[in-house]
C-alpha cells in the first residue's frame, strides 16, 4: 500500500535520511524509533512533502509522492500531525478541522462538511467545543485538534509525530487508547515516538533507525531487545 | 445581526454615501473623493495582507500603474476600455511579481514589495526622459468629481463584498490558515502560492483601478505624484489602525486617519511625514490588533470568555 525505497536526505554536509527502504500494509500501525538525531521527523517531512528528497522513492497506491508539494501530498490522502502542535490560532477549533475537510483528500463543503467536522472532534473527545478558540484550550486539548484535523478527512495514511509526547500518565492513557481506536477502524499509521509503552501497545511492527540509517525492521518485541538497537538507545554501555 | 437586516443596513448605507455629494459643494466633492479613496486603498490593502500577514508597501506601485497608464492611454480609447486596459496591466504585474516574490517571508517580503514601487517609478522616469524627452504627462478626460467619487464608492463596494464572500467561504479559511502558519495550510491541502497569488492580483486590481478612476482630477501627472510613497504607507496605518484582519477594520481606520493626515497637511505640511511616522509607531504600539479587536476583548470580558467565534469580520 505504502513504500518506500533508497529515500535519501542531506543537509548540507549532514546526511540525515541515507538509502532508506520499507513498506506499509494497509491497515498496518508501524512505529518508527530512533534515539534524538536519527532522522525520524525527517522521514515524515519527506514524506509528507516539507522538502523534497535527494533520492529515492515515495508511493501510496502505486502512485509517487516524492516530488509533489505538500498540498498534493494531502490530496493524496496522507495526513499528519507535528512534534509541537501546528493549528491555526486565529481560527476556530471547528474551523481548523474544516480547513483539511475543504482543501484535504476529497473535500466536502457546507453542512456535510461541519458535520463530519464535529464528528471528528468527538472521536478525539471534543465534543461541544468547537466553537471555541483554539489558545483557550490546553495543550493537551489542542493535540486532540490536531489529531482530529488529521483523520476527518478519512486519511489513507496518517502520520504521527510524537503525538503522545508531553502527556501525564491518565492523559497518555487515553491517548493511546484514542488511537488504538483509529487502528481498529483499519487506519494505516505511522508513528514516531519514544514512549516505549505507547509503542508496545499500539504498533505490532516497528522500525528503528539511527544516524539516518534504518537498523530493524521487525515485530516490535523483538527489534526492542535487537543488539544494534539496544546500543543505538545506550550507546557503548551495551557492551559492558 | 440577521442576514436580511444587514444587507438593508448595507444598501442604505450606500445609498446615502452615494447621494452624499449632491448636497455637498465642490470642496466637499474633493474630500469625498480622497475619503473614498482611502477606503478603497486601505480595504484593497486588507484583502490580501490582512489575513496572510505578507506586509506589502507595493500599493503605489499600482495606484501609480493605473494612474499612469489613463495618462498614456488619455484620448485613444473610452475611459471604460482605458479602465479595463489598467486593470489588465495591474493584474499582470502582481502575477508576475507575485510568482517571483510571494515565496519571501516577513521582512524580506516588506523590502521587495518597496523596492517594486521605486523599481516601477523608476523605470517610468526613465522611460520618460530617456524616450519620451518629457517628465509629465497631461491628461484630458472630462469627468466631475462626483462621477470620480461614485465609482469609487462602487469600487469600495466590489473590494469589501469580495472580502466578505472570500471570509464566508472555504477561501477565507484557508488565508486565516496562511497568516497563521503557512506549514499547517499546506498541510491541509492547501494550495498556498496560488491563494496568495489570487488574493494579491486582486487587491492589486482594486488599487490600479483605484489610481486610474482618479488620474482625470489630476490634468497633469508625473511620476513623483503617483509614486508617491506615503501612499503606501497611510493605506498600511489605515488598515491597521481599524484591525486589517477584520472586514470592516480597514473603514474603521480610514475614515479618522483620512480626516487627521487632510488636517496635518494644512496646519503642519512641513511636518507631515514626522507626524505620519508617529501615527505609525503609536499605532503599533497602542493597538496592534487594530480598534475593532480592542473593542471585542472589551466587550469579551464584559460577556465572558467564550463569547462569540474565532473568526470576525
Known amino acids: 500500500m505504502f513504500e518506500i525505497r533508497g529515500l535519501s536526505k542531506r543537509f548540507g554536509g549532514l546526511q540525515a535520511v541515507k538509502a532508506v527502504d520499507f513498506d506499509l500494509a494497509e491497515g498496518e500501525v ?24 535527494n533520492g529515492g522513492s515515495i508511493r501510496l497506491g502505486g502512485r509517487r509522492l516524492d516530488g509533489l508539494p505538500a498540498h498534493r501530498i494531502a490530496k493524496e490522502g496522507v495526513s499528519r500531525t507535528f512534534q509541537l502542535v501546528r493549528l491555526a490560532p486565529s481560527l476556530s477549533v471547528r474551523q481548523n478541522v474544516l480547513l483539511s475537510l475543504s482543501f484535504g483528500a476529497r473535500p466536502v463543503s457546507g453542512r456535510e462538511a461541519e458535520r463530519r467536522a464535529d464528528e471528528a472532534l468527538s472521536r478525539v473527545g471534543l465534543e461541544g467545543v468547537g466553537d471555541a478558540r483554539v489558545p483557550d484550550l490546553n495543550y493537551i486539548d489542542q493535540k486532540r485538534v490536531e489529531l482530529a484535523r488529521a483523520v476527518a478527512t478519512r486519511p489513507r495514511l496518517l502520520l504521527l509525530d510524537e503525538w503522545l509526547a508531553g502527556l501525564n500518565p491518565t492523559e497518555l492513557r487515553a491517548a493511546i487508547a484514542l488511537v488504538g481506536s483509529l487502528r481498529d477502524d483499519g487506519a494505516t499509521i505511522l508513528l514516531v ?17 539511527r544516524a539516518g540509517e534504518k537498523i530493524a525492521d521487525g515485530p516490535t518485541a523483538e527489534v526492542l531487545n ?6 543505538a538507545y545506550l550507546g557503548g554501555a551495551a557492551h559492558v | 445581526m440577521r442576514p436580511a437586516v444587514s444587507a438593508l443596513a448595507c444598501a442604505l ?31 484593497a490593502w486588507a484583502l490580501f495582507s490582512g ?15 493605473g494612474a499612469y497608464t489613463v495618462a498614456v492611454l488619455t484620448e485613444t480609447m473610452p475611459f471604460g476600455a482605458i479602465l479595463a486596459v489598467a486593470g489588465a496591466i495591474g493584474v499582470a504585474v502582481a502575477l508576475l511579481v507575485g510568482l517571483a516574490t510571494l515565496r519571501l517571508a516577513g521582512v524580506y517580503f516588506v523590502i521587495f514589495s518597496f523596492g517594486l514601487a521605486e523599481l516601477v517609478r523608476q523605470i517610468i522616469t526613465w522611460f520618460e526622459t530617456s524616450v519620451n524627452r518629457t517628465l509629465g504627462r497631461y491628461i484630458f478626460i472630462d469627468l466631475s468629481a462626483t462621477a470620480i467619487y461614485w465609482m469609487l464608492l462602487a469600487l469600495a463596494v466590489a473590494v469589501i463584498g469580495t472580502r466578505w464572500l472570500i471570509e464566508r467561504g472555504r477561501l477565507g479559511l484557508a488565508v486565516h490558515a496562511i497568516g497563521d502558519d503557512e506549514i499547517v495550510a499546506r498541510h491541509a ?28 482630477r489630476w490634468t497633469y501627472v508625473e511620476p513623483s505624484i503617483v509614486f508617491n510613497p506615503n501612499i503606501s504607507f497611510t493605506a498600511l496605518i489605515m488598515a491597521l489602525l481599524g484591525g486589517a484582519t477584520r472586514l ?22 512641513g511636518q507631515f511625514s514626522i507626524v505620519l511616522g508617529l501615527t505609525f509607531i503609536v499605532i503599533v504600539f497602542l493597538v496592534p490588533n487594530g480598534v475593532l479587536d480592542l473593542a471585542e476583548k472589551g466587550l469579551r470580558k464584559t460577556r465572558g470568555p467564550n463569547a462569540g467565534d474565532a473568526r470576525h469580520v
Open chain 2, 248 to 269: 470592516w477594520g480597514p473603514v474603521f481606520g480610514a475614515v479618522p486617519l483620512f480626516f487627521f493626515f487632510e488636517w496635518l497637511s494644512v496646519t503642519m505640511p
Open chain 2, 51 to 65: 489575513p496572510t500577514k505578507y506586509v506589502s508597501l507595493a500599493t503605489v506601485a499600482f495606484f501609480g500603474i
Open chain 1, 226 to 231: 535487537d543488539r544494534r538497537v539496544v546500543e
Open chain 2, 13 to 43: 448605507l450606500v445609498a446615502g454615501l452615494a447621494a452624499l455629494p449632491l448636497f455637498v459643494g465642490g470642496y466637499g466633492q474633493g474630500v469625498l473623493v480622497g475619503l473614498m479613496n482611502a477606503v478603497v486603498l486601505a480595504s
Open chain 2, 189 to 216: 491541502g492547501v494550495d498556498v502560492t496560488k491563494v496568495k497569488l489570487a488574493l494579491f492580483a486582486l487587491s492589486a486590481l482594486a488599487m490600479t483601478l483605484a489610481g486610474a478612476i482618479q488620474a482625470p
Open chain 1, 193 to 209: 515516538e519514544h514512549i516505549m509503552e505507547a509503542v508496545r501497545a499500539l504498533c505490532p511492527r516497528s522500525i528503528v533507525m
Open chain 1, 30 to 53: 508501524v512505529g518508527l524509533l530512533g534515539p534524538n538525531g536519527s532522522g525520524k521527523t525527517t522521514v515524515m517531512n519527506l514524506i509528507s512533502g516539507v522538502f523534497p528528497a
